[in-house]
């Protein structure tokens, strides 16, 4: 019964994942939101709601240091999950698709249309990657070294934290650009809707969101039997798979764009994700909880912190391309090999 749930509760998050990005697409177009944002914010915010909700409930409800070691645990181990397998997915998907070669650009395509490959290789306008993740990577340093320290206000700066949320999600939202609405597909809830309405827009966006939230939680479910089975401690499964399965609709939603030959929208819905799970749990964190890391949550800062410093370096030095994308995972491996290890 287990294996069967853990299979299946997977699959129907693949299937309302594919709803969802069906979705979402339709959705920037009737906001007027530009195609990038719909991917670093529309995408990323509907993805991170229910982790950051179960965040939010732990701390503040908790009253316990075992709620606690969730709350920060979630903080860590979602941008870990993100900064690795999820890019190292987009980079398998795009050797498999026979993309070898990324081709960057600096600035986006003039028609503000995510889709561009060629038929041997993708372009990626880095210029926005790199933004993206130096932005995230300064905010993570910053959590970080504040969970090696204690001062009187270190509580407040809770609010710093969703402050620059807040001016990533303006900066995002006007950065503009224009939909081709003939590279989105049909909505799946009105097929033979030419432009679907906003109604049914919204509640396939809906429905679509409440069932990838309704099957993560029995997915975690039974990936803690899977842990316990396997011998696994409650701490490891916590830090090792669980961020797994919470950061698994990002990591699908990546996935289904890189196979409609969408991969900056994928690209965006991972940096976008990332940047709400460096800067809203960690608000929560920060101001109901002592926000003081062990061993294994300094772990898995440093191996965060090592994976978007390769991806910087990577395209700094011109050399991004599929495979090394794929090898993001490597730094996940270290992490996973250096916490049994500590355990």
Known sequence: MHVALLVGTAVVIY?????FVNAIEWLGLHLRIGPIAVGTILAAVGTALPESVVTFVAVVFGHSA???????????????????????????????RGRRQVVMRNTRPASGNPAWESDSDVEVPTKQLVRDQRWFLAVFVVKVGLGLVTFA?????????????IVYFIREVSAGGEHDESTLEPLKLTPRTVRPHVGAVVAQTVGALAAIFVASQLFVDQLAWAGKTLGLSASVVALLLSPVATELPETINALIWVRQGK???ALANISGAMMIQATVPSGFGLLFTPWRFDGPLLLSGLATMVAIGYLLATIGR?????????YAAVPYAGFAAGLIFLR
């Open 318 to 326: 011109h050399r991004l391309s599929s495979a090394r994308l794929a």
């Open 153 to 165: 206000v270190k509580p407040w700066l809770g609010f710093a934290f969703f402050a620059v949320y």
């Open 66 to 96: 075992t709620f606690d070691a969730i709350g920060m645990g979630a903080a860590l181990g979602g941008p870990l999950v993100l900064a690795t397998i999820a890019y190292a997915v987009v980079g398998f998907v795009l050797l498999l």
């Open 15 to 19: 299937v309302a994942c594919e709803w």
């Open 263 to 265: 991969t900056q929208l």
